[in-house]
Each structure stands twice: as C-alpha cells, then as structure tokens.
C-alpha cells in the first residue's frame, strides 16, 4: 500500500473526512487529497501530527509502506523475466526445429528425414 492509500485508510479508520482532518492539521482539504492520491507527500511535521492523532508510529507507516515497495519490485522483477524468457524459448525452439531439418536430409539433400523425425516426436 503508498502512502497515499495508508493515510486514507488511517483517516477513515478514524472517522474523519478529508475536510476535518485538514482543519486539525491546518492544511486545506486539497492539501490533504493531495497526499490521498500521491500527488504530495506530507511532511515530517505533518507526519508526526498524524502519527499523534492516529496513535500509530511514524516508522510503522513508512516500513509497511516499505514492504509494499518491495513486493511491488518483486512482481516487476518476476514480470519482467517472464518477458525476457518467452522470446529466448522462442528462438531456441526454432533453432531445434532447424537443426532437425538439416539433420534430417538425405544424401540428395530431400527434407523427407524431417516429417519422419517429427511423426516420431509427436506419436
């Protein structure tokens, strides 16, 4: 979870609206929607208010925020393999499939080895 989506769902856990918590923290109510939808981040002064009013520790927003970064790396990292792993079977598929060709010929140089050689694969 971002900061952004942590600081909604503290707000209302807590039963305030976007309006009453700015007028306890003395920002406006854009201010606060700002940070709700991660287009700023409070600051530390901020962070401490909230982490007052909310009774939870400034680290244990950020460290859940933290684990939430690192799983979403993890998830890129894993996408981002499963690209690079298609088109690498892909190619060593196909160089497979060539080398049977060329193994596959006769003497004169007819592919009919190949049909025979892939008949055997499949069935």
Same mark, same amino acid.
């Given at each position: 979870?971002?900061?952004?989506?942590?600081?909604?769902?503290?707000?209302?856990?807590?039963?305030?609206?976007?309006?009453?918590?700015?007028?306890?923290?003395?920002?406006?109510?854009?201010?606060?929607?700002? !940070?709700?939808?991660?287009?700023?981040?409070?600051?530390?002064?901020?962070?401490?208010?909230?982490?007052?009013l909310y009774g939870v520790s400034i680290?244990?927003?950020?460290?859940?925020?933290?684990?939430?970064?690192?799983?979403?790396?993890?998830?890129?990292?894993?996408?981002?393999?499963?690209? !690079?792993?298609?088109?690498?079977?892909?190619?060593?598929?196909?160089?497979?499939?060539?080398?049977?060709?060329?193994?596959?010929?006769?003497?004169?140089?007819?592919?009919?080895?190949?049909?025979?050689?892939?008949?055997?694969?499949?069935?």
């Open positions: 979870m971002d900061v952004g989506n942590q600081l909604k769902k503290l707000r209302q856990e807590h039963d305030y609206t976007q309006l009453q918590l700015a007028e306890k923290l003395n920002v406006s109510r854009k201010t606060v929607s700002s !940070w709700e939808n991660g287009r700023n981040l409070p600051g530390i002064p901020i962070l401490i208010d909230l982490s007052d680290d244990s927003m950020v460290r859940e925020n933290e684990h939430a970064y690192k799983e979403e790396a993890e998830k890129t990292k894993t996408t981002i393999q499963k690209i !690079w792993l298609t088109p690498v079977l892909s190619v060593a598929i196909a160089i497979f499939l060539l080398s049977c060709i060329y193994l596959s010929k006769d003497a004169a140089g007819h592919g009919q080895g190949f049909i025979l050689l892939l008949h055997s694969l499949i069935f």
